[in-house]
């Protein structure tokens, strides 16, 4: 995804031109005095698109892999369900 980049300054008096740029699909990065403080992102992308933005903002890693599926650890034998034991357990 494209990336363009404005200083604070530079943002309040384009604010609507840096808007455009997001409508557009870029990701306008703020910084102050250089340094990188934050990010104006499309609001409507897809799942992927997110993903991808996140992914190279540093938030997460990700090996685009699905979870497998897990055997259940414990079964419950009374009538009771799982959250009524936990909540019994910690009076």
Known sequence: MKKSTVNV??????????LRLVKAGLIVEITERGKPL????????S????IETAR???LL???EQK????????KVCTKKTLAEIVVNNRR
């Open 9 to 18: 300054r530079e943002l309040t008096g384009r604010l609507s031109c840096c």
């Open 67 to 74: 979870l497998k599926l897990r055997t259940l650890v414990a």
């Open 38 to 45: 934050g990010r104006i992102v499309p609001g409507v992308a």
């Open 56 to 58: 190279h903002a540093g």
């Open 47 to 50: 799942f992927k698109t997110r």
């Open 61 to 63: 890693s990700w090996n």
